[in-house]
């Protein structure tokens, strides 16, 4: 028995290889859709189908660390991965990798530490807006303390200190921000700075320096000092640990500086 029209024509009248699918063409009659390609689907755009593509986060992403997002297609698309210690950032509606903009959180600039009597020196580091100093120092033997930015010798520093929240004294004629005396009997003499460290500007900033004696008290002395390096030229990049004079001092094992610094 046979049958014609569009509803019953013969399969094989339209299919010609294995996986063809029969379909209705414009005009409703039947005609033949080949196989698709291997990975492909059957899709449709409501008019019509098609084998495509399938969309899936493996076929977008390409490299290690990229992020899918949807694009204003809208469809899913690929974010390269940005470089190290970019941040993301929304622009235009849409996300992006862009480097940290000024005023982030502190950084880590350098740490010194003395593994003998030595002089204490910080590497060079990179300039900053804004610094916070460290330091702990000890000796054997009595001397005063200062401390030196970027190797000047001159009387480019002034300082007004105030010890133990008594009298103050104003020093501005020596090559050193100038802090108090470490003595044959100082247990330890930690100094925290800060500084602003603009370009173009004087650098100026406060400092807390603490001395804890090994005395039979064990008693804490405290001195409070606003400090000012002269210097519009360059910003700070180097600190040492002095004496009043500006000389280099050899301090204990152990004894270290560490600088943080933020734009």
């Known amino acids: 028995m046979g049958y014609s029209g569009n509803m019953y024509a013969q399969a094989t009248e339209v299919i010609t290889s294995q996986g063809d699918l029969r379909r209705g063409d414009s005009s409703g009659n039947p005609e033949r859709l080949a196989i698709g390609s291997s990975g492909k689907v059957l899709q449709s755009n409501g008019t019509t ?13 390409t490299t290690a660390g990229d992020v899918l997002f949807e694009n204003n297609t809208p ?9 190290d210690a970019d941040v993301m950032t929304l622009a235009s509606g849409l996300p ?3 480097t940290p903009s000024a005023g982030g959180g502190w950084t880590h600039l350098t740490t010194k530490t003395l593994t003998g009597a030595a002089s204490l020196v910080t590497d060079t580091f990179t300039a900053k807006n804004y610094l916070h100093i460290v330091a ?3 000796r054997d033997s009595a001397d005063t303390q200062g401390w030196q930015f970027n190797d000047d010798t001159g009387n480019n520093y002034d300082n007004n200190r105030s010890y133990n929240f008594g009298a103050s004294t104003v020093r501005d004629d020596k090559p050193c921000i100038s802090t108090d005396g470490i003595n044959t009997d100082d247990y330890f003499h930690a100094t925290f700075m800060d500084f602003i460290n603009l370009a173009a500007y004087d650098k100026y900033g406060y400092a ?3 001395r804890q004696s090994t005395g039979t008290d064990g008693s804490m002395d405290t001195q409070q000092t606003s400090l000012c390096w002269q210097n519009t030229s360059e910003q700070i990049t180097k600190i040492t640990g002095v004496d009043h004079e500006g000389n280099a001092i050899n301090y204990k094992e152990n ?9």
């Open 208 to 210: 807390s320096d603490q």
């Open 49 to 61: 189908e098609s084998w495509q593509t399938l969309t899936t986060a493996d076929s977008v992403l």
């Open 255 to 263: 004894s270290f500086i560490i600088v943080f610094g933020r734009d």
């Open 75 to 83: 469809e899913l698309a690929r974010l390269p991965k940005g470089s």
């Open 96 to 98: 992006s990798w862009v």
């Open 136 to 138: 702990f120092a000890a």
